[in-house]
């Protein structure tokens, strides 16, 4: 076990250097400066502005620079939206809004998405499922800022009105709901689509029909000995669906005015803040290669016949 930590460890190092040098030269590729606005500065004041932030320098030099800054837990400034303003504090200020958001909008697209999966299954090619797969197949087809956009138009907008149209958590649980729901139904819809197929494979096994030989119930039949199994692909998907969940939804939180750090990093890209592009993108990049971790692991505890340090690492 330890051997496998220690080697995956030693990918994600890899892993997180060749993400931040790939980020680094491909935004200094861009075209733009974050000192552009519509009101542009005089040439000696833009100068005068790269040489204190070091934008002066080769781009080999500012990646070596910014690359030894990291190792000391230094990810720079904000430039422009919060000038002079550590990235890792607004980081951390901004995670734990899209963190909780995140979370609910998961949980109930996993609370929702493997019960109705398992139906699904259960039901093949009976009115049930049919109705389902349209559903969970209209939900994987439209992206999540049409979703929002109905959802305050019906639900916010019009004759309505039973939620607010921009987040504000001293409104209560009420801000919650649409952003929550726009933001777990692609995965609500995804997970459902996964669990059904990989259900219908487990029910069809040899174990399943001897289940059913003994006269177990149907729920135990499935909850207990078939959704066991179906769970691996689930939680393949679940661990990188995760990370980007929690970190933010980058359109769900514009549309409602979310300030998390996915709304943050869109505004970070706009504004050419490049310090806090490459915070969020390393602390998002970190999360995943977590998540993939701790779904590895999961594996071993939703069937422990895997190994992890045989064939699966």
């Not at 559903?135 to 004759?159: D, E, N, Q, R, W």
């Not at 399943?208 to 729920?219: D, P, Q, V, Y």
């Amino acid at each position: 076990m330890g051997k496998y930590f220690a080697k995956r460890l030693g990918m994600a190092v890899v892993t997180i250097f060749l993400v931040t040098c790939v980020t680094f030269l491909l935004m200094n590729a861009v075209p733009g400066s974050p000192w552009l606005s519509e009101k542009t500065p005089s040439e000696a004041t833009l100068a005068a502005l790269n040489a204190k932030y070091g934008l002066d320098k080769p781009v080999i030099v500012q990646l070596f620079m910014y690359l030894k800054n990291l190792l000391h837990g230094d990810f720079g400034v904000s430039l422009k939206m919060q000038r002079n303003r550590e990235v890792l504090s607004i980081i951390l200020e901004m995670f734990p809004v899209s963190a909780k958001v995140g979370a609910i909008a998961l949980c109930w697209a996993v609370l929702v998405g493997v019960p109705l999966g398992c139906l699904a299954a259960f039901k093949r090619g009976k009115l049930t499922d049919s109705i389902l797969r349209v559903v969970c197949t209209l939900g994987i087809s439209m992206p999540s800022f049409v979703v929002a956009s109905v959802l305050l138009v019906v639900f916010a907008g019009g004759a309505l009105k039973l939620f607010p149209t921009i987040f504000d958590a001293s409104q209560g649980w009420r801000s919650y709901v649409l952003p929550c729901f726009s933001l777990g139904f692609y995965p609500m819809c995804y997970t459902a689509r996964q669990t059904r197929s990989a259900m219908l494979d487990s029910l069809n096994q040899e174990y399943i029909k001897t289940a059913r030989a003994k006269g177990l119930k149907n729920g135990k039949i499935i909850f207990k000995h078939a959704l066991r199994n179906a769970l691996i692909p689930v939680i393949t998907y679940l661990g990188p669906q995760v990370a980007f969940t929690l970190c933010g939804g980058f359109v769900v939180e514009s549309v409602f005015s979310i300030p998390g750090l996915g709304r943050y990093f869109v505004q970070s890209i706009q504004n050419r803040d490049y310090p806090v592009i490459m915070g969020t993108t390393i602390f998002l990049a970190t999360f995943i290669i977590l998540m993939n971790v701790v779904v590895d692991i999961l594996y071993k505890v939703a069937d422990p016949r895997i190994s992890l340090t045989k064939g699966g690492d």
